[in-house]
């Protein structure tokens, strides 16, 4: 199944499709009704790197990581959205912590500069 997520790295917001396999409610008794975690299987830059040894020497391998619905959007279109809602609470946040000001010119350049990395 294909969704979309948003990463950010130091201000920066990229919305990325990945492939993404929901897992049976069975595996995590805590989720309420509506709720999943889903392994992203595409692209492997979201594969977390794990360490286990075999044998007394260390193995290094990299696994698909396991996120909550929350961090899933299910078209572009909501994606951009809510990537748009968070830098203007960046903006925001920027200017009631640090005083720095901000312009709808400075707004839109930021909606201007997300990347959208498809599959």
Not at 58 to 77: L, Q, R, S
Request: hydrophobic share 45%.
């Amino acid at each position: 199944m294909r969704k979309f997520v948003i990463k950010s790295i130091k201000g920066e917001f990229t919305i990325y499709e990945v492939e993404v396999e929901i897992l049976p409610s069975i595996c995590e008794p805590g989720l309420k009704p509506g709720e999943w975690m889903a392994r992203v299987l595409k692209p492997d830059l979201f594969h977390m790197k794990r360490e286990k040894f075999v044998d007394g020497k260390k193995e290094v391998f990299y696994e698909p990581d396991v996120w909550c619905w929350h961090a899933f959007y299910d078209d572009k279109g909501q994606a951009i959205t809510a990537t748009n809602k968070l830098i203007e609470q960046e903006f925001a946040f920027n200017q009631r912590k640090y005083g720095k000001e901000y312009t709808d010119v400075d707004l839109a350049a930021a909606f201007l500069a997300i990347k959208v990395v498809m599959l």
